[in-house]
């Protein structure tokens, strides 16, 4: 059975800071979302038969404070490696249109080489973007025209990942996914709507959108980078708690491995962006 869920008006509560710098950069991309073509939304409260998510249409004080220490902190000036780092992402000149998505009606699209794809949100939803780019070369990142120069996801192929996008209130109908890469790739889109139920522990390497069915008090997650430069963002949505400014929510994450408690109603939605391992544990 589809759960129907809201879209969000706030950025999660933040959990676990991400280390300097860090936290600084993914909510500046979070609030560029709530903005106007926001990422992170669910609607609506929870029924006796369906829980609602809201998509979120501005940062919460909480959030502001955890960008403004964390922007404090980054003071010193940037080395000359830093200052020389690739080029702010520009759109590709190839369009590729996916057309509509909603609720029972993913859209999937297939490129070669770097695309720009766009689609149309049906409805309060928000979207997984599932990326298989197992048969490219070289880097390959997936980002989008609000995303700057803070891209979803990026890494050398192989690569593959699911990311969740469009789960604020404020979130624009038409939207894009950029895909930069080489080689052939499949990118599907859907509704949050349509995620199916896991229960139990999970473990995975990269980038992951999974709806705990199972009611419980949260999740004990655990973290390993895959290297120098990784970074795990984890934000955490209640299918059954809401706030007045949409589903009762959690932010946390880290450049280091960890092990936390997450302490949040389930069931409901876990989106997990990372190059680096990781294992997930509800708890009852």
């Known amino acids: 059975m589809t759960t129907t869920r809201a879209l969000a008006a706030d950025a999660p509560r933040t959990v676990r800071r991400l280390a300097v710098g860090v936290l600084a950069v993914g909510l500046l991309a979070l609030t560029t979302a709530c903005g106007g073509s926001g990422d992170d939304d669910a609607d609506g409260g929870a029924s006796a038969t369906a829980a609602a998510r809201v998509p979120a249409s ?46 029972g009606a993913p859209a999937i699209v297939s490129g070669s080489g770097p695309a720009t794809v766009t689609y149309s949100r049906q409805g309060a939803i928000a979207v997984t973007a599932a990326l298989d780019c197992s048969a490219c070369t070289g880097e390959v990142v997936i980002s989008a025209s609000d995303r700057g120069g803070d891209p979803w996801g ?31 790739w499949t ?41 120098e430069g ?15 400014s949409g589903p009762d929510s959690r932010l946390l994450g880290d450049t280091e491995a960890f092990t936390e408690s997450v302490d949040l109603p389930l069931p409901g939605v876990v989106a997990i962006t990372t190059n680096g391992s990781w294992t997930l544990a509800p708890r009852p």
């Open 58 to 103: 501005a940062a919460s004080d909480a959030t502001a404070d955890a960008t403004a220490d964390a922007t404090q902190e980054v003071t010193e000036e940037p080395t000359e490696d830093e200052a020389t780092e690739s080029p702010e992402l520009t759109a590709p000149a190839t369009v590729l249109a996916a057309g509509p998505v909603a609720d």
């Open 154 to 184: 990026e890494g050398p192929a192989p690569f593959t990942g699911t990311y969740l996008l469009d789960i604020m209130t404020s979130t624009a109908a038409d939207r894009d996914v950029w895909v930069v890469a080489e080689g052939p």
């Open 187 to 227: 990118l599907t889109l859907a509704s949050w709507n349509e995620l199916p139920p896991i229960t139990g522990p999970q473990s995975g390497t990269g980038s992951a959108v999974l709806y705990l069915s199972e009611a419980g008090s949260g999740f004990d997650v655990s973290y390993t980078p895959v290297g």
């Open 230 to 244: 990784d970074s795990v963002s984890i934000r955490a949505y209640s299918d059954v708690a809401s706030t007045d």
